[in-house]
């Protein structure tokens, strides 16, 4: 070991975190009944929860979600965590979808839902906690393609009237 | 719990962390704040950290391990004692590693 550096602890830094790598460390710390902390990226849940924003998931209960729940899980198709909406909640199977997203990802089977988000914290302070963040409208009012057209255009308005402002 | 560690005893990865090993790295995400952070509480180990962490099992005596390096790296077994105790003592500090048995 005389030729090797000296061994240490290195603590945070840059680490090769995604797709599955990221979902394989999830499943780990929920399965031994534990929240996991990370930080959201993308806006497609916006503005529930923005880039940036810290995300709180908790090891599901053995009910499952419901709909309305924001829950973090595998996407089929890429492999990668998500973090969206349940609009739909079916025998073992959930539809998901992000708030802001034009469609659905598609029927996720239980098993790959990691857990639910309980927190997000924006700035240093939580915006949402618990039931509270579950809304089962949004999720019925998210399924339609016209809100997210709807949501986006009156973001539009606001952001042109603020810049009137 | 003793805070020191003893050749004669026996260490293992503790309950309160998960331990995942990504694209060739050991990643340590430590429980005992109650949550599971990798924006905060996220701890790596260099490539001699590993060779240490991979013989820490819970399955022999700390100088056996150091034994087994010192054969592996071709080193007296002294300079790899002062590197696995040093190691090992932070592990403790941290709780990611408890004595067995």
């Known amino acids: 070991m005389d030729k090797k550096p000296r061994p240490h602890l290195v603590a945070g830094g840059e680490l090769p975190l995604g797709g599955d790598s990221l979902a394989g460390l999830m499943r780990a710390v929920l399965e031994k009944g534990k929240p996991f902390r990370f930080e959201a990226r993308g806006t497609s849940m916006h503005p529930s929860i923005r880039d940036g924003d810290a995300v709180t998931v908790s090891p599901l209960s053995g009910a499952g979600p419901t709909t309305g729940d924001v829950v973090a899980f595998v996407h089929p198709g890429t492999g990668g965590v998500r973090v969206h909406r349940v609009v739909k909640a079916g025998a073992g199977k959930y539809v998901v979808k992000g708030d802001n997203a034009l469609g659905p990802d598609g029927a996720v089977p239980r098993d790959m839902i990691l857990g639910l988000v309980v927190r997000v914290e924006r700035g240093g302070r939580v915006r949402r906690l618990g039931p509270a963040f579950r809304s089962a409208a949004l999720a019925r009012l998210s399924r339609s393609f016209w809100f997210t057209r709807l949501l986006r255009r009156a973001r539009r308005t606001f952001a042109r009237r603020e810049g009137r402002a | ?101």
């Not at chain 2, 293992?12 to 429980?31: A, C, F, H, T």
């Not at chain 2, 490539?47 to 390096?69: F, K, Y």
């Open chain 2, 1 to 101: 719990m003793s805070d020191k560690i003893h050749l004669e005893r026996v260490y293992g990865p503790s309950d309160d962390v998960v331990v995942r090993e990504i694209e060739g790295e050991i990643v340590i995400v430590p429980l005992a704040s109650g949550i599971g952070d990798i924006e905060d509480e996220l701890y790596t180990l260099n490539e001699t950290g590993q060779a240490i962490w991979n013989r820490i099992d819970g399955s022999r005596p700390l100088a056996e391990v150091i034994r087994e390096l010192a054969a592996d790296y071709d080193a007296p077994d002294g300079l790899i004692a002062g590197d696995v105790v040093g190691l090992l003592q932070e592990l403790l500090e941290r709780r990611m590693i408890v004595e067995k048995g």
